[in-house]
């Protein structure tokens, strides 16, 4: 038994402080709180291997707490990047709603166009190859808007004679689907292997179907131009022509106060006839002012409806509906012609003025 000494004594085998005790063992454990050499090296002996495997615990843990803490660093930088391009997105949407919104209705609008434009194509073709397959009005008359009409006029008009068979390559050069004050139309342009070039409108008639504007495609007039402005015809008429504005006194390009007219090619749409005599315009009569919209249109590059028609026409000529009589003959025995209407600045069977809508906004 160790030996009682007046004092404080820590307990080798539980760990507790204690004053001195009766019979010196700890209060706590009941044991002798002093533990001899042996004892100590018999405990270390026992608990090396669980202190051994302990410690491949400890270093294992490590390894991976050092794998997991890599890992986590990635994922929470991740998260961090992918918020922020979250962040930037939903600002740009914040700041620019109303054009994404016009994005996401112009892309449904092109979609419906693109079918409609498709459809047009498919139902206006067979008509245009159906009138040209034969030269007997009977069989072209019903493919037109007004077939009636165009039978009567058809007899007495000097159409451009234009035949293909199956095997003739017609080749599709532009199609346009678009609006008038009369319902939707198509414009349209062709090539023929001889280099020849066709055009034609296709237009709704009364049934509802896609018929050919005849009187557009032939650039029909009451009365052949040669035999008007010869005067040996009417004197009046309405006719479809070109029209240019005369050159001022210093070269340059003149308002509308003075044009002259032309006849236009039904198959080479960049040739056109000799000039007519000078036509006079009041530039702020109704006349005057569709004439010079219409100049000012072409010389922008747009053509009437935004149709697309007019690309190959001569430079600085605008096409026209007018209506004209004949006038006194000027000095060199000359006739003179007199503008009554413009009726529109294209050639198309309707009297819209063909000015493309402005964009809403």
């Known amino acids: 038994m160790t030996e009682q ?16 005790s009766e019979d010196g063992r700890c209060p706590v454990c009941g044991q002798n709180p002093v533990v001899s050499d042996s004892e100590m090296a018999y405990h270390m002996a026992l608990s090396a291997p669980a202190e051994a495997e302990g410690a491949g615990r400890v ?53 419906e166009s693109m079918r409609e434009l498709n459809d047009a194509y498919t139902r206006c073709y067979p008509l245009l190859r159906g009138y040209y397959s034969s030269v007997a009005p009977e069989i072209r008359a019903p493919l037109t808007l007004h077939p009636t009409r165009s039978l009567e006029r058809m007899s007495r008009w000097p159409e451009e004679l234009v035949l293909i068979d199956r095997n003739t390559l017609v080749r599709n050069r532009s199609f ?4 008038t004050s009369e319902g939707q139309s198509a414009g349209s342009l062709w ?10 409108v296709f237009r709704h008639n009364e049934e509802g179907a896609w018929a050919i504007d005849w009187e557009q495609m032939v650039r029909y007039s009451t009365e052949t131009w040669p035999v008007f402005v010869s005067g040996l015809g009417d004197e009046s008429g309405e006719f479809r022509l070109l029209a240019r504005r ?18 236009p090619s039904t ?48 430079l600085g000529m605008i096409r026209v509906r007018v209506r004209l009589h004949l006038g006194p003959k ?13 009726v529109a600045c294209h050639w198309m069977d309707i009297d819209d003025r063909g000015r493309p809508e402005p964009k809403k906004q």
């Open 5 to 20: 000494t007046d004092g404080w004594y820590h307990c080798g085998r539980c760990g507790h402080l204690f004053e001195e």
């Open 59 to 111: 270093e294992k843990t490590a390894a991976q707490a050092k794998d997991s803490g890599g890992l986590l660093k990635f994922t929470v930088a991740w998260v961090g990047f992918l918020s922020v391009i979250a962040g930037i997105i939903a600002l740009a949407r914040l700041f620019s709603s109303n054009e994404d919104t016009q994005a996401t209705i112009d892309i449904g609008e092109s979609s």
């Open 176 to 179: 346009t689907v678009f609006g």
């Open 191 to 200: 090539e023929l292997e001889n280099g020849d070039r066709l055009e034609a």
């Open 246 to 263: 005369r050159a001022s006194a210093s070269l340059g390009v003149g308002d509308v106060s003075r044009i002259i007219l032309h006849q």
């Open 267 to 314: 198959r080479r749409p960049g040739e056109f006839g000799p000039a007519s005599p000078e036509v006079q315009v009041d530039p702020s009569s109704e006349d005057g002012v569709k004439l010079a919209e219409a100049f000012e249109l072409r010389d922008a590059g747009g053509s009437p409806f935004n149709a697309g028609l007019t690309q190959d026409d001569p």
């Open 330 to 342: 000027d000095e060199n025995g000359r006739l003179t012609l007199i503008l009554d209407k413009v």
